[in-house]
């Protein structure tokens, strides 16, 4: 009686689509609806923030680079990951990624904890020509980067943007202030979108992060995203050692 109700399911094309849809629907209601009841499911980590002007126009471009498809940002909670790595990536790095930068493979090393692995020169010369730095690398040559100038005219559209979505970037006095008490006072003035073009622009003088100074270019940007993963978490608070040794 059962395997003849079974193949008749299974031959009514109709019937087995809808039944289909229905078990995939209530899978996944009870994998997503919890999530949003659950006040902890990204975790509180003191240091996590938006990414400033410069840093933002540089993740676009990463993007627009397609430095995504073979370069992942994501650090699994396994010890050789954690050996090559460093400590396995929070979900609370990823809250202000629109789309988060998780990745698919990895044909390149993760860059989860590159900021600040080398110098602002070394990127330079990785960017422009990968296989000057790393001999067996397969990455293309972005040379055009330096040449580049950045646009910024639109930074602000940008940041309005994320502001529709969660991002907690400022524009109103209300918002700053709440920016001050979550951030501080420095990065609060980093997340104002009526000073966006002025900190942009300040950033990449102080940093000069593609080593010149007479223009700022898309190298500046993609420098200051790159050197800027992985360093807003202070990881010494938490026991990588254990976690090498013992997982």
Known sequence: ??????EWIETNIGLLLVLTMLAISIGGLVEIAPLFFIKDTVEKVA?????????LRGRDIYQREGCYLCHSQMIRPFRDEALRYGHYSLAA????????????????????????????EWHVA???????????????????????????????ERMEALRKVGVPYSLTKSEYQANVKQFGAATAEMLSI?????????????????????????????????????TMVDFSKYDDDAFVKYR
């Open 1 to 6: 009686m059962f395997n003849f109700k079974h």
């Open 47 to 55: 240091g996590v923030r938006p990414y400033t002007p410069l840093e």
């Open 93 to 120: 790095e990823s809250q202000y990624d629109h789309p988060f930068q998780w990745g698919s493979k990895r044909t390149g090393p993760d860059l989860a904890r590159v900021g600040k692995k080398y110098s602002n």
């Open 126 to 156: 990785h960017l422009i020509s990968p296989r000057s730095m790393v001999p067996e690398s397969v990455m293309p040559n972005f040379p055009w980067l330096e040449r580049n100038e950045l646009n910024i005219s639109d930074i602000s």
């Open 194 to 230: 009526p000073d966006a073009r002025k900190n942009l622009i300040a950033q990449a003088e102080s940093g000069n992060y593609d080593g010149d100074r007479s223009k700022i270019t898309e190298m500046d940007a993609l420098v200051a995203y790159l050197q800027v993963l992985g």
